[in-house]
T-cell receptor, first 118, second 117 residues
């Protein structure tokens, strides 16, 4: 079974530029997560989708970050405009079930996209 | 508020030594899940274990073992006879068990483990 796919793996941009990341979850997984992992820290949840709806985006900086999962499958995360402090690894994860149906769903993580903002 | 503390930033040991990674957590929930994840240089987070708060039995899986002590809010991870392939960053994590909180995982800052040949 294929794992969670992410692209690109690496991206270098200058501050105030825009950038987009793509994630393709494991086939059939209803829930998709985007995490931000700053160097030396653990991952922090940015946004959680259940199918194509947003479950939790409380920690997403909405003035510059946006995410969508239009058809309930793959997802894009965009930063516009980027700041120096956005330099991090952006991890995508997916899990099989939906909140409320299964109280626990193991999350499967992709390899991440390493963003450097200069 | 939920919090996970991994006080050991980096640990370096010689191959075949035993090593313990410490994890202390804070939560007001009466039931919760605890996790350990491994992050090798490739970057993916690899799930190692999940423990429900009402199950305080220690667990052993091959060279890995976990010691859960609710009284001290600790969930420590021991690797016996360490190998070079164990070199990675290890994260301890916590989530609730409720309708929406079960999928909200709070990670510690990680412990970088280096195993020297």
């Amino acid at each position: 079974e294929a794992g969670v796919a992410q692209s690109p793996r690496y991206k270098i941009i200058e501050k105030r530029q825009s950038v987009a990341f793509w994630c393709n979850p494991i086939s059939g997984h209803a829930t998709l997560y985007w995490y931000q992992q700053i160097l030396g820290q653990g991952p922090k949840l940015l946004i959680q989708f259940q199918n194509n709806g947003v479950v939790d985006d409380s920690q997403l900086p909405k003035d510059r970050f946006s995410a969508e999962r239009l058809k309930g499958v793959d997802s894009t995360l965009k930063i516009q405009p980027a700041k120096l402090e956005d330099s991090a690894v952006y991890l995508c994860a997916s899990s099989p079930g939906t909140s409320g149906v299964h109280l626990y769903n193991e999350q499967f993580f992709g390899p991440g996209t390493r963003l450097t903002v200069l | 508020a939920q919090k996970v503390t991994q006080a050991q930033t980096e640990i370096s040991v010689v191959e075949k030594e035993d090593v313990t990674l410490d994890c202390v957590y804070e939560t007001r929930d009466t039931t919760y899940y605890l996790f350990w994840y491994k992050q090798p240089p490739s970057g993916e987070l690899v799930f190692l274990i999940r423990r429900n708060s009402f199950d305080e039995q220690n667990e052993i899986s091959g060279r890995y073992s976990w010691n859960f002590q609710k009284s001290t809010s600790s969930f420590n991870f021991t690797i016996t006879a360490s190998q070079v392939v164990d070199s990675a960053v290890y994260f301890c994590a916590l989530s609730g068990t409720g309708y929406s909180s079960a999928s909200k995982i709070i990670f510690g800052s990680g412990t970088r483990l280096s195993i020297r040949p």
